[in-house]
């Protein structure tokens, strides 16, 4: 089994994979390819020339309560065509991902299973939780809104995330922030603080907030006459679904529980 680094080249075989698995929109699968993968962060397994199994790592360094920065990387994507699994070749990248980590420089590898199976999966890998997700139905009501703006404003927006207070999260930059305004398309910036927004026809999902919003989004919830609103709020004493995991690469380095790592555009 050789396990190789993907080329530019390959980025149509692995759109065309990634929209078959994971089934994203075609927007969304451009934003990502053309804002997150690079052919040295991309690692794949082929057979008969054509890939079959790939996984994405994402340079994603953290920040610990006190500012010690603390070098990870992310790892999104992992995939194998249906034809080819039960071959092991999902855990030879994962355990080559976490290799190239260490030798990047990493003191964490870190990512967000998608389902209970695979919390399982990772967990035997040497992964584990360490953050935790609430995810909250409330019921709209009328009440005040708030002046808010939906002009791009990435400084206001960092400054404001840099201002939550966890005892880690993921460094973030004004760039972060501008591919989330690109990706989620609704956020409102209040006088102190902001909220990412996603709706259907029914639901309005609050996808974060960086203050004390639920009698804001109740109120929006009530204009835009939804019928739920879903609140995914962070869990800061380990209660709730776990949410992402995480891998040590380096001993002397250590990671606190209940951390913030959502909207990772993954």
Known sequence: MRIEFASTQDFPALKKMWKEIFMDTDA???LFFLNKAQPNNILVIRKDMQIVSM???????????????????????????????????ASALIHA??????ERGAAVCWLIPANQDLFRYYAEFGFSAKTYLNILDVTPEPGRIPAYSTDLDLNAMKTFYDMMNFPFKSIRTNYDMQLIYKCYKQVLLFENGYIVLDEDKENLYVLEQSFDAVEIVKA???????KKVKLYMPSVSGKGKPFAMFKMLNSKVQLPDNGYVQLMLN
């Open 28 to 30: 969304y699968i451009e």
């Open 55 to 89: 996984l994405y790592l994402i340079k994603a360094p953290l920040i610990s309560k006190d500012g010690t920065q603390i070098e990870g990387i992310y790892i999104c994507g992992v995939a194998t065509a249906p034809a080819y699994r039960g071959k092991g070749f």
């Open 97 to 102: 991902a976490c290799q190239t980590a260490r």
């Open 220 to 226: 929006i919830a009530y204009e835009k006459k939804k």
